[in-house]
């Protein structure tokens, strides 16, 4: 469609080509978030985190293509209670797949909402769950999926190891699924499973000693 305003950045972009100028929207989508949620929660001494996360296995069954996302994301955690938080992930992410033997180049971008319940393990390591979801933009994707406007939805899991009283050393694992929920076709969606690393830095002491 020609004219079109992608969430409000970019306009007259021609979402039918490749066009250089797409890569202003993830950009665009991913400075708005840090600005509308850069200080969440800093009244409940929030915990912040960096993570580097990569899909390692596209979808969960035998495909026909591949879907490898680089994902940069940045974390703010606001405790709820004692062994609950609220996370907002940001994320800015470089994706590469191959879908009918072409290999192509996509940009992601986007804002998640979620909950993190944790727990000590032991005197030293803590372990966590974590879901969440939210709106993304992506530039490109494979033919069974329509790019632009779609939903991320997040389910991982990982451990915290203790570097010092602030700072942890973070290992993850994970599932992700993106579609857009039937609002443009084709809509079959895209999984992958993530492996990830990272460091949390909390204003709250860790379990050390």
């Avoid at 938080?85 to 009918?100: M, P, S, Y």
């Avoid at 994970?174 to 993530?194: E, F, Q, T, Y």
């Amino acid at each position: 469609m020609r004219g079109t305003l992608v969430l409000g950045f970019c306009p007259n972009v021609n979402m039918n080509k490749r066009a250089a100028a797409s890569c202003r929207i993830p950009v665009s989508l991913f400075i708005l978030g840090t600005l509308l949620f850069l200080d969440a929660g800093v009244n409940a001494q929030p915990s912040y985190g960096v993570q580097l996360v990569r899909g390692a296995v596209t979808g969960y069954s035998k495909v026909d293509y591949r879907y490898r996302p680089t994902i940069l994301q940045f974390e703010s955690f606001t405790p709820i209670r004692r062994n609950l938080d609220f996370v907002v992930q940001r994320q800015l992410n470089v994706v590469r797949f191959e879908d009918a033997a072409i290999r192509q180049t996509a940009w992601e971008t986007g804002l998640n909402l979620g909950i993190v319940v944790h727990r000590e393990l032991g005197k030293k390591l803590k372990i966590y769950a974590l879901g969440s979801t939210g709106p993304h933009y992506v530039s490109n994707t494979p033919r069974r999926q329509a790019d632009g406007f779609i939903f991320s939805d997040n389910f991982r899991t990982g451990i915290l190891i203790p570097l010092s009283a602030t700072f942890a050393f973070d290992l993850c694992t994970g599932i992700r699924h993106i579609s857009n929920a039937g609002l443009k076709r084709p809509n079959k969606g895209v999984d992958n499973v993530l492996v990830g690393f990272g460091v949390k830095y909390t204003r709250r002491r860790m379990a050390m000693k």
